[in-house]
């Protein structure tokens, strides 16, 4: 029977200084009162039931995400027209910089500050009117930069560049035959692709599919301000021309075809912008609520309660995971009591219902499949891992990078304590954690090896490298694009207010602007973004001095933060040929899911 008292493990040095030092055991890990299962917050996903007071956010945390939400409080404050209102976020920035000052003695009153910042209830004086001109989207952006995404929207070599290094770069597949929902022709093909033929680019391997079914049916929002439109439209990319760039060529709003539903291409004007807005808004609610909340946050919340449920504070993957760990349960907390909730902020950006937002993120989670998910065979099996077929993918290209150098780290980690697979098959510990991750009242993680019993070293490896890769390079892909990409809202908002168009003329640029969020939605989703989107805190790689006691893992764990030195020159140089893509530059890679 395994003991969660914290003692070392069977396969650790009988050694007290390898136990990590006091911090380490004051988190009472082998309590396991401290940390149950719940299934009804965002049901039926395994979530913590209650964060213990050690895992709520720190005061350095607290410190990194106050500077932020100072400079939100000084947004608002310029957006205010009415002097009272004004100097009642001006009164709240100087309250907040003065409890810094403060230090540690105020953090209640500073966790009661940030918290009230991440509920994102929006400026009280914010107008509920549609925009008249781009212009008052970027009007709304004052104390911080607006992101340069805002010059490029409009082109169709930034809708595809949305695709390939945006929010959430997941979506394309090859298609191997047409799709019977899209009847594309030739001659519309060719709209967008005038010296290529359809046939050349399906028969080459050269036509790739982004699909939005997920969303299809959704139950369509009305708060806060009225009727909102989600649709779960098709867009048809292909790769052409000599330098083998990606062109968007035709989309349809919905799934059917038919008569209302038309096939829009490049040269339908305003309804080509229109449909392709419609793409954007299905794109960032798949992201916010499956790609980034589901995939990441929720998926790892199991791995994180199983783990400090099963694993002793002094186990190798205890002090390997923890640093990866930090902050998951407190921003995931916030994130279901919060923003995944009735009247929320998820409530009042998505186009969706809230129920329609928490039933995309549950599947988000529930598709996942740990072993068929590790990046390498994700680009495989959607047909975008060729790098001379498709040589401009961006997101895929830096994060392999990341994923080998973590591979190698935790294969070089865990066969310092497991030399073969019989030492790895002795670990109660490591036997009861992976079964409990798959356990209908334990985690309920899929894709597990072995249905969750796990027999060999190399698998174990593959499963460490996917959590912690997940926690970090992933997580970092697609929450900081929340803030270059999403912050402005004519770029990817999320709902439209206009239904889509059943004619492939006739659109004018009231049209388009009627679609878009009205104001005060609009700097609810730009605060959002630019408070998720900026906030760093930890880097990968950077463990504290005492993390590892055993003098044996200082030669791999200098070879691991080589690697990634490495990592940032090459991404460095990358830049220098191609459109800069910035999200996944080392130094912007936190540890751990803690914003």
């Known amino acids: 029977m395994t003991s969660f008292l914290p003692q070392p493990s069977p396969v650790l040095p009988q050694n007290e200084a390898f136990f990590g030092g006091m911090f380490r055991q ?18 039926p996903l395994a979530l913590v039931r209650d964060v213990p007071i050690t895992d709520e956010f720190s005061f350095r945390w607290l410190m990194v995400v106050g500077e932020r939400v100072l400079e939100a409080l000084a947004n608002r404050g310029e957006l205010e027209l009415e002097a009272e209102a004004s100097q009642l976020h ?9 409890l810094f000052q403060a230090g540690e003695a105020s953090v209640l009153t500073i966790t009661s500050h940030i918290t009230e910042a991440l509920q994102f209830h929006g400026r009280f004086g914010a107008p509920a009117n549609p925009a008249q001109t781009l212009q008052q989207y970027s009007d709304l952006f004052r104390s911080f930069g607006l992101p340069p995404i ?18 959430n770069p997941v979506m394309l597949k090859r298609l191997k035959i047409l799709d019977e929902r899209m009847p594309i022709t030739d001659e519309l093909f060719r709209i967008a692709a005038p010296c290529d033929s359809l046939d050349a680019a399906l028969g080459e391997g050269r036509l790739y599919l982004a699909d939005y079914a997920v969303l299809d049916g959704a139950e369509l929002g009305n708060f806060p301000n009225g009727q909102k439109y989600l649709y779960a439209p098709l867009a048809l990319f292909v790769i052409s021309g000599p330098s083998k760039e990606l062109l968007p060529v035709a989309i349809q709003c919905q799934q059917k075809p038919a008569a209302d539903n038309p096939i829009f291409t490049p040269n339908d004007g305003y309804n080509w912008l229109i449909a392709k807005t419609i793409v954007e808004t299905a794109d960032g609610n798949i992201h916010e609520a499956s790609t980034h909340l589901g995939r990441t946050h929720l998926t790892m919340e199991a791995f994180v309660v199983s783990a400090y449920r099963r694993l002793a504070a002094s186990h190798p993957i205890s002090l390997l995971l923890w640093p990866h760990f930090e902050g998951t349960l407190a921003i995931n907390k916030a994130a279901w009591q919060h923003l995944m909730t009735e009247k929320g902020g998820i409530d009042k950006l998505m186009g969706g219902t809230i129920k329609t937002s928490q039933q995309v993120a549950v599947h988000g989670v529930q598709s996942t499949r740990v072993m068929n998910d590790l990046l390498p065979l994700s680009f495989t099996q959607r047909g975008v891992d060729d790098r001379d077929a498709f040589p401009n993918y961006p997101y895929r290209d830096d994060a392999l990078l990341y994923w080998d150098a973590i591979h190698e780290w935790v294969s070089a980690y865990l066969r310092l304590y497991y030399s073969n697979d019989a030492e790895l098959q ?12 798959t356990a209908s009242d334990g985690g309920r993680i899929k894709g597990l090896p072995n249905d969750g019993t796990i027999q060999r070293v190399d698998e174990l490896i593959e499963v460490v490298t996917y959590v912690i890769y997940t926690c970090s390079v992933q997580h970092a892909a697609v929450n900081f694009p929340q803030y270059d990409c999403m912050s402005y809202v004519p770029n990817m908002p999320l709902a439209g207010y206009r239904p889509a168009p059943i004619s492939k003329t006739g659109a004018t640029e009231a049209d388009f602007l009627a679609m878009l969020p009205t104001l005060d939605m609009a700097e609810l989703q730009m605060e959002l973004g630019f408070l998720l989107g900026t906030v760093h805190y930890t880097q990968l790689g950077q463990y504290d001095d005492n993390q590892f006691q055993d003098q044996r893992v200082a030669a791999p764990l200098q070879r691991f933060q080589n690697r990634l030195a490495d990592i940032g020159q090459t991404i460095s140089a990358r830049n220098q040929t191609r459109q800069p893509y910035e999200t996944l530059a080392p130094s912007g890679i936190p540890q751990s899911i803690n914003i």
């Open 26 to 43: 004051l988190r009472l890990w082998w309590d396991r009162g401290s940390y149950q299962f719940d299934y009804t917050h965002l049901s």
């Open 90 to 98: 001006t009164d709240k920035h100087t309250l907040l910089r003065n």
């Open 150 to 167: 805002a010059k490029d929207f409009q082109n169709d070599r930034c809708f595809a560049a949305m695709r390939t290094a945006g929010p």
């Open 426 to 437: 002795r670990d109660t510990e490591l036997r009861n954690w992976i079964r409990e991750l």
